[in-house]
């Protein structure tokens, strides 16, 4: 026996069920980042942020914002940010994960009932794991049970606050939350409504303000916005009340104790909001692939579309997932398998993502890849 015998015997469990991880390299054609507008590598980000290093502005930001990180950029990104989204405020935090976590350990209070969609993303758990409101998971979508959750609680003598945390487009299913249904029964209950828009930001809503925007600046709505996804950098921007953000500043130890994003990614941010702004192309473009993409994949597999940039096609088996992703990235495809416990036991994966990368006739080649390999691993 070995200090490290315990390790790898979970190692090996993980194995046996196809369910080991691995670091992979680039390669092939993208059908698996987030980058869908194209903007990780464009040229107006490059330049911003090139002219900013050019102008003094530091690479890493050397302490946190409550110390002497807050740079002038943070700020600038913020101001821009609540005025682009339509709130009072927001605030910029290192990656979506970790604002997700930070939102719901601080704003959820004791005595509060936080319930989570149980498709949120696993930072959403964590957070609502490690905080201090009660925590209730419920069906995906299932309108019905957040109500009779929230009216059973106040019925057995729950005085606080309900939280209802949601995505409004799911990262692993493609399809969207109920938004105008939510909102409604937030105000009915007063309860508030936090909403990651992490895959929806910069693809849907005027200007690419999200699937909510018609939501935002209100009291009761908290979003999150990541920006290292269809925005093409990193960080995530938190948008609320100017009340619960100051909130945040005070009691948020993930925001208080970490390190400060750096100054570029700020500035590379608040490019690329303006780039939402000045090149609405990037998502009539993108739309297009969609739907095109949605034909191609109902024609040639028989499989329905989910109506946005993000198409499951789900195997089951994890073997079989895993082994149908590697057969397309052979063929040039990058495209990954998702397993449990990031999808539901039994639904593994493979998860498409369409971006501004890729053309038409990329489509179309990969989708008849799959429809090939589909039936070659299936014998």
């Known amino acids: 026996m070995t200090v490290l015998d315990r390790f790898e015997a979970t190692l090996r469990g993980l194995s046996r069920k196809s369910r080991l991880r691995a670091l992979s390299p680039r390669a092939g054609l993208d059908f698996a980042s987030n980058d869908y507008l194209g903007l990780a590598s464009c040229r107006r980000l490059a330049d911003a942020v090139a002219t900013a290093l050019a102008n003094g502005t530091p690479v890493g930001a050397a302490g946190s914002r409550l110390l002497r990180g807050n740079a002038p950029e943070h700020e600038e990104l913020e101001a821009v940010a609540a005025r682009f989204f339509g709130a009072e405020c927001a605030l910029f935090f290192g990656g979506g994960y970790v604002a997700n976590f930070a939102v719901l350990t601080t704003l959820p209070q004791k005595g509060d009932l936080l319930i989570l969609d149980a498709l949120v993303h696993a930072s959403a758990h964590e ?110 921007l938190v948008t609320a009340p100017a009340v619960l953000c100051d909130f945040l500043v005070n009691r948020c130890r993930p925001f208080i104790y970490a390190t400060a994003p750096s100054p570029l990614m700020a500035v590379a941010a608040t490019e690329a909001l303006a780039i939402l702004r000045d090149e609405p192309e990037r998502r009539e473009r993108l739309a297009q692939l969609v739907a095109f993409a949605g034909r191609e994949i109902e024609t040639r597999c028989g499989i329905g579309p989910s109506g946005s940039q993000i198409l499951p096609v789900i195997v089951g088996d994890n073997r079989r997932a895993m082994s149908l992703a590697t057969a397309l990235q052979m063929r040039g495809f990058d495209v990954r398998g998702i397993r449990p416990p990031t999808v539901p036991e039994g639904t593994a994966r493979l998860r498409i993502s369409l971006t501004l990368n890729v053309g038409q006739a990329d489509v179309s080649a990969m989708v008849a890849a799959l429809a090939e390999e589909w039936e070659s691993v299936a014998a």
């Open 127 to 236: 957070g609502a794991r490690a905080g201090r409101a009660q925590v209730v998971e419920i069906p995906h979508n299932d309108i019905g049970a957040i109500d009779d959750v929230i009216s059973r609680w106040r019925d057995g003598g729950g005085t606080g606050h309900a939280w209802i945390a949601v995505e409004s487009l799911y990262s692993m299913d493609g399809d969207r939350a109920p938004l105008a249904d939510l909102a409604a029964l937030a105000d009915r209950h007063d309860a508030f409504l936090f909403i990651d828009e992490a895959h929806a930001t910069g693809v849907y809503g005027p200007d690419g303000r999200g699937v909510a925007h018609n939501l935002e600046g209100r009291d009761n709505v908290v979003a999150l916005h990541t920006c290292g996804k269809a925005l093409g950098c990193s960080g995530a």
